[in-house]
């Protein structure tokens, strides 16, 4: 399913910077969209984490997962976010930058 959806970008980013540009769409749903364009291109903006110092064998198992998936997702933003081996789309480019799509 991943690697189908994969094969869309083109058109995916075509029509958000197709809503991005067009004024008679909402505002709210323009902002959406240039950010969108913004998080793919050159990704999210780094967020800082509060994490408290103490032993692991005193957090709780729901602070531990969280601490994991947290983990997890600043693996995959630092590599790009690009999924290894089979997850990738076969044949697939990676996105021109928006400005060529004008």
Known sequence: MTAAARLHWPDAIRVMAEILNNPKVQAQVRLMAG????????????????IAKRPLEDMTDD????????????LAEA????????????????????SSLH
């Not at 076969?90 to 021109?96: A, D, L, N, T």
Request: aromatic share 2%.
């Open 35 to 50: 950010n969108s364009l913004l998080d793919r291109g050159f990704g999210k903006p780094a967020q800082a984490i509060d």
């Open 63 to 74: 602070e531990l997962a969280t601490g994991v998936e947290l983990i997890r997702l600043a």
């Open 79 to 98: 590599s790009g976010g690009v999924p290894s081996g089979n997850e990738a789309a076969e044949g697939s480019e990676p996105p021109e930058p928006v």
